[in-house]
């Protein structure tokens, strides 16, 4: 039994010493370990999300601009309350510094309701909203597709339609700065409200083909200063007339997402209706948020 016992750890200690049996464990320890280290980086992978690309996001999604919200109420012998609101974003799909498409969404709402103690009222409500698809066909020039909605109660415009499109070329283009100029043609259709004391026989609708020329300025005047400026010049093709539109937003931050806002926004017409002011200007204050 001895003698058993004796060759039996003979035979283990020369297996133990023998250079395949070595060869073999540590490739099977080297097995383990890789196998150990695939499975903590397939479970690492499994639990990080990647980041969705711009042309992958929902239309809502991917928004930046600045947007604010002003608000005025007076009482005594006259009575007026004021609302404003503005709204200026922009969303690019593809490469962040040369992108492939570009969204515009501006949005310019005022509501003015005043009274005296004679009872007499006076609204003067603005709103006008459009969107500016651009698709670029380089680092410089793009072709953009518009649309725009107006309601401007002081020139008595019911509703005044617009659907376009030209080229843009891109002036400056750095992280502190957008310069974009546009040149293009509409079709505009605008409808009139009827006054008091119109003419007999005045048009209460236009269609007017029109030449477009504009510029879009974005700018970073300072850590705490940010500027938005539109300007649009129209000339009509086949009537007399012609008209402008500028909008300019200035936020001053007081925090990381809100800032003091500075409206201001002005609507001319050359022909407005017999009676009534060519010119429509607001300068309004409010609070303002970045996103």
């Known amino acids: 039994m001895r003698k058993k016992w004796r060759l039996g750890w003979i035979g283990l200690l020369a297996m133990c ?4 049996w070595g060869q073999n464990t540590a490739g099977s320890a ?3 370990g890789q196998a150990a280290a695939k499975a903590k980086n397939s ?3 499994k639990h990080r999300q990647k980041p969705r690309r711009a042309d992958t996001l929902d239309f809502w999604q991917g928004w930046k601009g600045l947007g604010s919200l002003g608000y005025n109420l007076s009482t005594g012998d006259t009575q007026s309350l004021n609302l404003t609101a503005n709204l200026d974003a922009e969303r690019r799909s593809g490469p962040p510094k040369h992108p492939d498409w570009t969204t515009h969404a501006d949005v310019i709402a005022l509501w003015a309701h005043s009274s005296n103690a004679s009872g007499a009222v006076i609204r003067s409500d603005t709103f006008t909203g459009s969107l500016r698809q651009d698709y670029h066909l380089n680092t410089r020039q793009f072709v953009y597709a518009m649309a725009q909605l107006e309601h401007i109660q002081p020139e008595s415009i019911a509703l005044r339609q617009s659907y376009g499109g030209g080229v843009g070329q891109r002036l400056l283009f750095t992280p502190r700065a957008q310069w974009n100029a546009l040149l293009g043609v509409d079709w505009t259709r605008t409808r009139f409200t009827p ?9 209460l609708l236009r269609n007017a083909a029109e030449a477009q020329v504009g510029e879009t300025l974005k700018i970073k005047l300072a850590n705490h200063l940010r500027l938005a400026h539109e300007f649009s010049y129209f ?3 086949n009537q007399a007339g012609a008209r402008f539109e500028t909008s300019s937003i200035l936020a001053v931050p007081i925090s990381r997402h809100f800032n003091i806002s500075f409206n201001f926004d002005d609507y001319y017409l050359t022909q407005p209706l017999p009676g009534h002011h060519a010119n429509n200007a607001t300068l309004s204050a409010g609070l303002g948020v970045k996103f």
């Not at 010493?17 to 395949?20: K, V």
């Not at 006054?195 to 048009?203: K, S």
């Open 17 to 20: 010493l023998s250079p395949a």
């Open 30 to 32: 080297r097995a383990s």
């Open 43 to 45: 479970k690492g992978k």
């Open 195 to 203: 006054t008091v004391g119109l003419p007999a026989g005045t048009a």
């Open 235 to 237: 000339k009509s093709l």
